[in-house]
């Protein structure tokens, strides 16, 4: 044993001895074979220059990279796409903030100016011919940079929540937001192309003066191009605004929506309840939006939302404003407060406003209710009866809504103060159960994603 021991050692020996004047002489590199004692081992080193190839993985098999196929990449990835991402509520808070395409040009010219040549080029129609090259591409870069950022950031409608699908469509005109997107890509692609050929105009330029034409050439068509397309990215701003500025809806809060015929209150019994502010005139369609307040009670926070009017019509006949009431209702998980006006000052009809409560009512059976028959200080001792309601004298179920309005509502009167007690303490029952229901969903979906 002690024997194979120091014949194994020898070998180890004479292998060392034999790498190290491998690797110490050259020859042996271009010979395909070296010498381990008596046996002889492939080098591996028989090519005299290397090919080095990068890979990606493409559906769980390599696929090689050229620098053409890089190239090639690059181009198709120059081509953006807006975030398909399922976006929760809260998506429009996070919109970049959007420059006016005047601003985004004279910053774009203004750093272009600046980029110089490369240092050392002697001939001086190279060295201009290098500088134009170099600022028509800055300038390129410059303009097409920020409305790349602005299509990757502006979310796909697709994938938002569908109240937010229904705020762009209702507030900006249905198909309006895409187009504004599609026109600020139309653009960036229309710089990076005009560009990208203007650049390399100049920079095959033979002379100083020809470097020089060619540069003010490109520079002054991506600047029409600009001034001539650019409006589109002053749409986004106002886009950005308008849906920057709409209320942010928590799921996980509950909600108390106020809904009714126009003019009938809501915004007064807001301005009560919550901390929302809205106007208050005596005109229909006064909210031409959705208001968010909050209120508090017993240290817990509660959300309240001003809807729109609706008025008694077919929803093929509802402006966007009365849609938009109807989006609230549908995709947001919200407690119903109800306000009929009986007294005749809003405009509406005690009839139309029951055929409008009724339909309402119906549609939405699931949600949590509660009725309040508003400015009850202006009720006389006979109901209000419109001309255009002398058809409905014998509906015994109108005659009850225009005397009382519906079953078990509160009556209360903001001037008086009549009734405002007994609604808060409504309205405080009514969020603490839908609190409830939204914790006993929350409870089950979370045990479906256990299982």
């Known amino acids: 044993m002690k024997g194979f021991r120091c014949f194994i050692r020898q070998h180890q020996c004479q292998a060392a001895l034999s ?12 010979g395909r074979c ?10 591996g080193f028989s090519c005299k220059s290397m090919q080095t190839s990068s890979y990606e993985v493409v559906k769980g098999s390599y696929k090689p990279t050229t620098a053409a196929t890089a190239v090639a990449e690059e181009e ?36 272009a100016r600046r980029v110089s040549p490369t240092k050392g080029i002697a001939n001086i129609a190279k060295r201009e011919r290098n500088k134009g090259a170099k600022q028509l591409d800055s300038l390129m870069k410059e303009l097409a940079a920020p409305l790349k950022v602005y299509i990757e950031k502006f979310p796909d409608k697709k994938g938002l929540h569908p109240y937010e699908r229904s705020l762009i469509e209702l507030t900006l005109g249905d198909g309006n937001y895409e187009e504004v ?39 002054c068509k991506l600047e029409e191009i600009f001034h001539r397309e650019g409006k589109a990215v002053d749409e986004l701003v106002n886009i950005a605004k308008t849906l920057r500025a ?43 939006g959705v208001l968010m307040g909050h209120i508090v009670m017993n240290h817990q926070r509660f959300q309240v939302t001003d809807t729109p009017g609706l008025l008694s019509r077919s929803d093929e006949k509802r402006n966007n404003l009365e849609k938009l009431t109807l989006a609230v209702l549908s995709h947001l998980p919200t407690a119903i407060l109800y306000v009929h006006d ?3 000052e809003c405009g509406t009809s005690p009839s139309d406003q029951c055929m409008i409560y009724k339909e309402i009512r119906r549609r939405f059976k699931e949600h949590l209710w509660l009725d309040v028959v508003s400015k009850c200080d202006l009720l006389q001792g006979s109901p209000v009866i419109f001309a255009s309601e002398e058809n409905d004298i014998d509906d015994s179920e109108v005659t009850q809504y225009r005397k009382e309005g519906p079953d078990g509502a509160i009556r209360v009167s903001v001037k008086t103060e009549e009734g405002l007690g007994e609604l808060k303490e409504s309205v405080h029952e009514l969020l603490a159960t839908q609190m409830e229901r939204i914790r006993s969903k929350e409870n089950v979906a979370d045990g479906e994603a256990l299982t």
Do not use: W
């Open 19 to 30: 790498f190290k004047s491998f690797l110490g002489n050259p020859k042996l590199l271009s």
């Open 34 to 43: 070296v010498h381990v004692g008596d046996v002889k081992h492939p080098t």
């Open 76 to 111: 198709t990835n120059t081509k953006v796409q807006p975030s398909l991402e399922i976006e929760s509520l809260g998506a429009f808070q996070k919109l970049p903030m959007v420059m006016q395409s005047v601003d985004i040009l004279s910053s774009a010219m203004r750093k």
């Open 181 to 219: 997107i599609r026109r600020v890509d139309s653009l960036r692609k229309k710089v990076v192309s005009v560009g990208k050929e203007h650049a390399s105009l100049c920079a095959k330029s033979l002379s100083k003066r020809e470097a020089e034409e060619r540069l003010n050439q490109g520079t």
């Open 246 to 288: 709409m209320p942010v809806v928590q799921l996980e809060t509950p909600t108390l929506c106020l809904v009714g015929a126009p003019n009938v209150g809501k915004s007064s019994l807001v301005r009560l309840l919550s901390s929302g502010k809205p106007e208050i005139c005596n005109y229909p369609f006064t909210t031409r």
């Open 342 to 344: 009986l007294s005749g």
